[in-house]
């Protein structure tokens, strides 16, 4: 085989070092010469680029991944689609407007570097070239593109931290603004709902002290209100008791005290005034007599009626018994006593005069000549006295 | 179908218009067969190394693609290496396969030489299943010659792949016939087209300059033949390319589309492409370049071509080289035998088209006014300051293409002059043999280059 050890070294060997130090850069290089794409994929794959070539524009158009390149090597006189053409493709899409170009520019063809319109182009290099120099402009060019990213990152850094501390103020004045607000807003709404509260809570203590007063008042009312129904109730029902149970008692007392006291007392008058009667003495004892027993008789009455009302008529009748006993004993004496007494008086007085004037009869049938007049007389007067003893009889009560 | 029991090995034979190949290979593999089956058609003869009903390897006399240029198309290893291994391979016979020799000399990965004969199998089974008529044989038993384990395909996914390729291989193939199709950019693309190219399709594109054809695209692509025709159909169908008209139409009257490559045999199927064709206008790229400080001298310098001196010093051996083929070419063509039978077509030229298709890098080198001009390439090699390695490829790439260039004039001038072609050759090279003055050997040892050189041109 034609060549020598020289060529047959692989260019592999020193590529690791080199591919660090380059950090594997993309470059796209596109030439219609196989040989110069080998010259360049050799020299800058030496440098420790990663190399693509191609032969046409279109290739750059549709590679695949485009963002992933990092420079484009292009040829300025490429067949169909020319390369300075291409360049004006890349600048006119937002995606690749950015992408740093270096023309391939035939020597020939440039009569003056000064003319030359590179337009877009970031840079040019003059064909056929110096593999070294494409080595060096490429690193050049990643130098300036590094140089470019540094100052370009060191001004947004710089614009970030204004930026920063512009927003910064910002923001604290509008906190601040913005928390007054909110302060003032949270008073507002802590006083109205304290307000609320308080009158929430005033209205409901008051709600309740009112129904607390009002329950007690009405507790009290109904208390007094019931007392005195109680009381008047009860009083009618003790007034009505008394009267009831007076009535009956005072009733039985007075027939038991004038069937106890009466018969005798008339029997006594009667026969005293029959003495009397028919005697003077007869007439003036039992006159005495009625004198002397009838208000004996009353008082009697009246003691065993209060006896009777103390055993069984408490306090609040008793302070109310006297008028109703008066009543009841007027009642009574009005009603039974002068019956009773005429009926006694009636009775008495016919035993009495059985008993009598059967021997009076005999002696005044004997003195009939004397004085049947003076016995007519005598009954008649006898018979006044008893209503003259009932009318005091009354009057006593009274 | 015929099936016989051979010896020890069961045969199965029969005819591939009867029997397609896919329902051949499903009963292969059906029946975990092992085995050599041979293809053969009227043009081509094929053989499928089948192992437990796994495809191992395809072996073909005239294959489309070789692994060795596989590997160097898709630049995982460079044409000198592949040649001293193919040099080794050849001497000493050791019977290990290329790709086995790459990966113990540990220039390639086994997976990248996996990949690379994976797409060779493919490539190669998608041509045999387009074919309509042709026997095939199976040898049951057999033992697979190229079983070196590093491919193992499981045909049944291959049949479903291929059905899948097919209809679309078809359609495809229809468009795309003429391997001499030249393509290039389309040059009114108004902005970044919308739709995303997959990376094969991006690749192919990046390889279309309005020089390669179709055939040298699928060369220089290593993608395989399906692949880059599906990927011209995308770029097609997107508008980005373009194809144009032939660029050595106006190179000779006897030159045809389809170019003459019978007569090039120690050429590979190469088409005749690019604008190298054209002297001054169709120069291509560095046509237009004259040599540093010689555009002063009045007007563009590739107006007025300058070639290398005839005698030395020469300030490459690239330089000497071409000024040796020019002398050459001079020489012959004075001679009446040759002038009349070629006439007023440019041997060099088209020579030169055919090699630059092999030699995509030794495209500085180009042709004027029927000679070759290597200024552009010394012009880098100067500014340079030598062949550094980064010139390696450019250089021994030209070397390549100059040898077969030479090695085709010379074949031109048997052809046409007998064994005076001989003489004439050694009376031209003795110069250069004998005192080859360059200025820039570099490292390199130019008598003991230029004797082999001239070794192997002979």
Redesign the interface.
């Known amino acids: 085989m034609i060549g020598s050890q020289h060529l047959n070294e692989r260019p592999r060997q020193d590529e690791a070092p080199r591919e660090r130090q380059s950090g594997f850069r993309s470059i796209l290089v596109i030439d219609g010469s196989h040989a110069v794409q080998d010259l360049a994929r050799n020299a800058l794959g030496e440098a420790g680029y990663r190399v693509t070539t191609a032969s046409n524009g279109a290739a750059v158009l549709t590679y695949p991944s485009l963002d992933d390149i990092d420079l484009l090597v292009i040829d300025s006189e490429l067949a169909g689609l020319t390369g300075r053409e291409t360049c004006r493709l890349l600048k006119q899409n937002d995606g690749t407007h950015e992408m740093p170009v270096l023309l391939l520019v035939p020597e020939g063809a440039v009569p003056n570097r000064e003319n030359l319109e590179l337009g877009p182009v970031n840079h040019f290099l003059l064909k056929p070239f110096d593999p070294r120099q494409l080595v060096r402009k490429v690193e050049q060019i990643f130098q300036q593109k590094a140089l470019d990213q540094l100052t370009l990152e060191h001004m947004q850094r710089s614009a970030d931290r204004i930026m920063t501390q512009l927003a910064e103020k910002q923001i604290q004045a509008a906190v601040e603004r913005k928390t007054q607000l909110i302060i003032e807003r949270c008073i507002q709404n802590i006083t109205l709902s304290v307000d609320q509260y308080a009158r929430n809570e005033v209205d409901s203590r008051i709600t309740a002290l009112v129904s607390d007063k009002e329950q007690e008042l009405v507790k009290l009312t109904v208390r007094e209100v019931a007392n005195s129904m109680v009381e008047k109730l009860a009083v009618a029902k003790v007034e009505e008791a008394l009267q009831g149970v007076l009535a009956q008692q005072t009733e039985a007392a007075v027939r038991r005290v004038t069937d106890q006291t009466l018969p005798g007392v008339i029997r006594e008058r009667v026969r005293e005034m029959l003495g009397n009667l028919l005697p003077r003495e007869i007439e003036t004892r039992l006159e005495r007599a009625a004198e002397k027993m009838a208000p004996e008789l009353s008082q009697q009455l009246i003691g065993t009626v209060e006896a009777v009302v103390n055993k069984t008529v408490p306090r609040s009748a008793r302070e109310m018994l006297p008028p109703v006993v008066e009543g009841q004993v007027r009642a009574a004496m009005e009603t039974s006593i002068p019956k009773r007494v005429s009926d006694l008086v009636a009775v008495e007085l016919r035993t009495q005069m059985t008993q009598r004037i059967d021997p009076a009869i005999d002696a005044a049938t004997r003195r009939i000549s004397r004085g049947v007049l003076m016995i007519n007389a005598a009954v008649g007067f006898l018979v006044l006295c008893g209503l003259g003893a009932m009318a005091w009889l009354t009057f006593f009560a009274k | 179908m015929a099936t016989a029991t051979n010896h020890k090995a069961m045969e199965l034979e029969g005819s591939l218009g009867a029997f397609p190949l896919a329902d051949v290979m499903r009963i292969l593999a059906m029946g975990r067969m092992t085995g050599i089956l041979r293809l053969e058609s009227s043009e081509h003869a094929v053989e499928l190394s089948i192992k437990d009903g796994r495809l191992i390897g395809t072996a073909s006399p005239e294959r489309f693609l070789k692994l060795g240029q596989l590997l160097v198309y898709n630049g995982l290893i460079n044409r ?1 290496d592949l ?2 291994v193919l ?1 080794e391979q050849r001497e000493h016979d050791t019977g290990l396969p290329l790709g086995e020799l790459l990966i113990d000399r540990g220039l390639v990965t086994r997976e990248q030489v996996e990949h690379a004969l994976r797409l060779q199998v493919k490539e190669e089974m998608w041509e045999l299943f387009s074919w309509t008529d042709g026997s095939f044989r199976f040898e049951h038993g057999a033992t697979p010659a190229m079983a070196h384990g590093l491919l193992s395909l499981d045909i049944n996914r291959l049949l479903e792949e291929g059905e899948q390729h097919m209809s679309h291989w078809r359609e495809i193939a229809q468009n795309l016939q003429n391997p001499h199709q030249v393509f ?4 009114d ?5 919308e739709e ?4 094969n399709v ?1 690749k192919l ?6 020089r390669h054809s179709l055939q040298t695209l699928v060369y220089m692509a290593g993608l395989g033949r399906f692949e880059t025709l599906c990927g011209l159909d995308t770029l097609l169908r997107l508008n ?2 373009m194809p144009v008209e032939h660029p050595v139409g106006s190179m000779g009257s006897q030159r045809s589309d389809t170019g003459d490559v019978e007569t090039q045999p120690d050429v590979e199927e190469a088409p005749v492409t690019g ?1 190298q064709g054209r002297p001054g206008a169709l120069l ?3 046509g ?3 040599g ?1 400080g010689e ?1 002063a001298e009045g007007g ?3 107006q007025k071509p300058r070639l290398t001196p005839t005698h030395g010093p020469f300030f490459t051996s690239v330089g000497m080289a071409c000024a040796l083929i020019n002398q050459l070419a001079q020489r012959l063509l004075v001679e009446p035998a040759v002038k009349d039978r070629i006439g007023k077509s440019e041997p060099i030229a088209q020579l030169w088209l055919q090699l630059g298709m092999r030699f ?5 080198i180009q042709v004027c006014d029927g000679l070759l001009d290597p200024r ?2 010394e ?2 090699v100067q ?3 030598g ?13 390549e293409a100059l040898a077969g260039v030479a090695g085709g004039l010379m074949e031109l001038a048997e052809e046409h002059l007998g064994e005076r072609a001989g003489e004439i050759l050694r009376q031209v090279a003795r110069p250069f043999i004998e005192n080859p003055e360059i200025q820039h050997p ?4 130019p008598r003991t ?1 230029a004797r ?2 001239a070794e192997k041109v002979l």
């Not at chain 2, 995303?196 to 990376?199: F, I, M, S, Y």
């Open positions: 000198r040649d001293e040099l290039a950019v389309r040059p693309l108004a902005g970044f087209p995303r190219l997959r990376p991006w594109l990046s390889l279309i300059n309005g980005l390319i604008a291509g790229l560095f237009r370049r004259g540093r555009g563009p310098a590739w995509p890098r030794a495209d500085l552009p390439f012009h880098y500014m340079a300051g062949i550094t390695r980064s010139l390696a490829g450019c250089h021994d790439d030209s070397l570099n490292d390199f040892m280059w082999q050189w």
